[in-house]
Structure formats: structure tokens, C-alpha cells
């Protein structure tokens, strides 16, 4: 396809033809007043992006990012929000040269086949285009900088109407920015730590909360994604609390760090540096340092007292995997 023909292509989705001259169709930055992030989780949602966070889009367009996948390995709060979405490199052959260096950190699959990681495909997203500014607050309301890091990554956009993902795109790629939160291969019990990032034992194990779940669902939804895509987040299982121990667990964990978490986000907003959204290196230690102490007491103590507080007791699909992997059926 023609530069002229993919600024056409551009154009008619989120770019008007100076922004795609500006940006280009295979690098992103010629100019610095605007800026070209990629959302794939709870940013996806017109509540969250443009609601609660203020951002104001200047434009947008659904894409499929092929070295992408999606995963929920960011460790939250467990029994209220057990994790958060992340992404992954897939180890493709169209895998950025400039990310490489973060493949072998990459999210490493957990030890069952979980339903929430049965997408083969792409990442699915939506590339907005913002302001500075904007993408600094985005950064700061995404942990200031303690844990993701910002990588340039080629999308492809999505056909309008489209019901299925392609395996490989044919329209004209471009880059944008994402926020992604590297890993190395995970311990065999406790808790590891790469840098101010946490990672479970089987990173692949909790699940988000419904509330959580929804804001994606619905972002999807709002995007118009298409029905392949918009099926696979549907069946997405949420953490659901299904004993009265489980909700004494949840109110007593949050009794005891819920003072600890307000002061260590009113730090956040105080010290966060407003053109770029990052938080000071000690603030983001102090912020790991929390938050291995939370996992810990809840590794240590609240699981066995109070029950499993990031998944859903009595999971039938789970319990199925895991049955099939000790019996060598297939899974499914």
C-alpha cells in the first residue's frame, strides 16, 4: 500500500492529512505536540478515560497489535481488585527490534492454561491520539511510572465492521505508545520482584474483578470491537467472593491497609512530576515496598485464615484444567 493511500486509510479513521504527514505512517514523533498511546484495559472505557481521568482524545482508531498479547499479571489488591491488565511481547518474527531487549522479561505463561489466556491472536486496542499533558496524566494514574515501561509499538488499524481479527493485517501500520510491565520467569513459590514490580508465583492465576472486567467489556463495546475479539472478553471469568469468610477477610485486609494505600496515592499525587507524571525513585520504592508488604500478609496469613482472595473459590473451568493436566486429557 502507498504512503499517500495509507494516509488515506488514516485519515478517514482518527487522523485528519496533516496529523498523518505529521506522524507518519511508520514513526510517531516528527513533531512533539501530540502524542499517539495505545489502550487495551480499563482505558478502553469512556467512564474511565474520559470520565474519571479527564482525558480528552483529540482522536482515535481501533487497531490489532500483532507482538502483543494481552495478559492479567499486574498483582492489585487482594479479595477487592486481585490484578490489572498487561501486556505481553509474543515472540513473533514481527517483534519490534527496539523491544527485544524486553522479550526475554517478558510475561511468562503460568503452570495451567487458564481460560482468560486462550486468545492466540493479537492484542486489540485503541489508539488515541493526545496532548502531552494528557499522556502525562495518563502516566501518573497508571502508577506514575513505578513499574510500566514506555515502549513504541507498530499497529495495524482494524476494518471498520469487521467481526473477526485478522491473523495478518494488510492495512498500513504506524506506531504508538503503550505502557507495558516486564517480567522475568517467576519463582516457584513466593513472590518476585523486577524492579518496583511484583509478580505472583503463577502470574496468570488471579482474576480481575468484575468491576474491572466491565470497564473492558464495555469499552469494547463502545469501540465497536469486533465479535470475535468482544466474545473472548465476555468469557473472561471474574474473582467472585462466594463465602461469608471471604468477606470478613476482604473488610478486615482493608481495615488494616486501606490507611497505608490513601497515604501512599496522596504521596503520588504531591510529588508526581506534572510534565512527565512520573513519581520519584524513592517514592516508587516506597510504593513496591508497600505493596510486597500487602501480598505478603496475604500469602502469610489472610489466605489460610480468610480463603483464597484472587480467585473464585470452587472455579469449575479451573478445576477442570487442572484435572486434565494431572490425567493428560486435553485442555481445554
Known amino acids: 500500500m502507498s504512503e499517500k493511500a495509507a494516509c488515506s486509510t488514516l485519515s478517514s479513521s ?15 514523533g516528527l513533531e512533539k505536540d501530540t502524542v499517539l498511546y495505545l489502550a487495551y484495559g480499563s482505558n478502553l472505557a469512556y467512564e474511565t478515560f474520559q470520565g474519571s481521568r ?6 482515535q482508531v481501533n487497531v490489532l497489535v500483532p507482538e502483543l498479547r494481552m495478559t492479567f499479571d499486574l498483582p492489585g489488591i487482594p479479595y477487592v481488585e486481585p490484578c490489572f491488565a498487561n501486556t505481553a511481547l509474543r515472540a513473533t518474527p514481527e517483534a519490534q527490534d527496539e523491544n527485544q531487549g524486553f522479550l526475554e522479561k517478558s510475561n511468562v505463561p503460568g503452570k495451567e492454561d487458564y481460560h482468560k489466556d486462550r486468545w492466540k491472536k493479537g492484542l486489540v486496542g485503541v ?3 493526545v ?4 499522556y502525562a496524566h495518563i502516566i501518573a494514574t497508571e502508577g506514575g511510572g513505578a513499574a510500566y515501561k514506555d515502549i513504541l509499538v507498530t499497529c495495524f488499524p482494524l476494518e471498520a465492521g469487521s467481526s ?5 493485517p494488510i492495512t498500513a501500520p504506524f506506531k504508538a505508545h503503550t505502557l507495558f510491565a516486564p517480567q522475568t520467569t517467576p519463582p516457584e513459590s513466593g513472590n518476585l520482584r523486577v524492579g518496583n514490580r511484583l509478580t505472583r508465583p503463577d502470574p496468570s492465576y488471579a482474576q480481575a474483578s468484575a468491576r474491572y ?3 473492558i467489556t464495555d469499552g469494547g463495546r463502545e469501540h465497536a470491537f469486533p465479535a470475535e475479539y468482544l466474545e473472548y472478553l465476555d468469557d473472561i471469568r471474574p474473582y467472585t467472593i462466594t463465602t461469608r469468610r471471604q468477606r470478613i477477610g476482604e473488610y478486615a485486609f482493608l481495615m488494616l491497609w486501606g490507611p497505608f494505600l490513601l497515604f501512599m496515592f496522596a504521596l503520588m499525587e504531591r510529588f508526581q512530576d506534572k510534565k512527565t507524571g512520573k513519581i520519584p525513585t524513592w517514592l516508587a520504592s516506597l510504593q ?8 505478603k500478609s496475604y500469602d502469610g496469613y489472610f489466605k489460610r485464615m480468610f480463603g483464597d482472595g484472587e480467585r473464585t473459590i470452587g472455579d469449575e473451568a479451573f478445576e477442570g ?12
Do not use: M
Not at 479527564?54 to 482522536?59: F, M, R, T, V
Open 14 to 28: 482518527i487522523l485528519s492529512p496533516t496529523n498523518c504527514h505529521r506522524h507518519g505512517i511508520y514513526i510517531l
Open 54 to 59: 479527564g482525558i480528552k482524545p483529540l482522536a
Open 127 to 129: 489508539v488515541y491520539e
Open 131 to 134: 496532548t502531552p499533558s494528557d
Open 164 to 168: 473477526t481479527v485478522p491473523e495478518q
Open 213 to 215: 472486567l466491565k470497564l
Open 288 to 295: 513496591g515496598a508497600i505493596f510486597g508488604a500487602v501480598w
Open 321 to 332: 484444567r487442572s484435572q486434565a493436566g494431572r490425567t493428560g486429557e486435553a485442555r481445554v
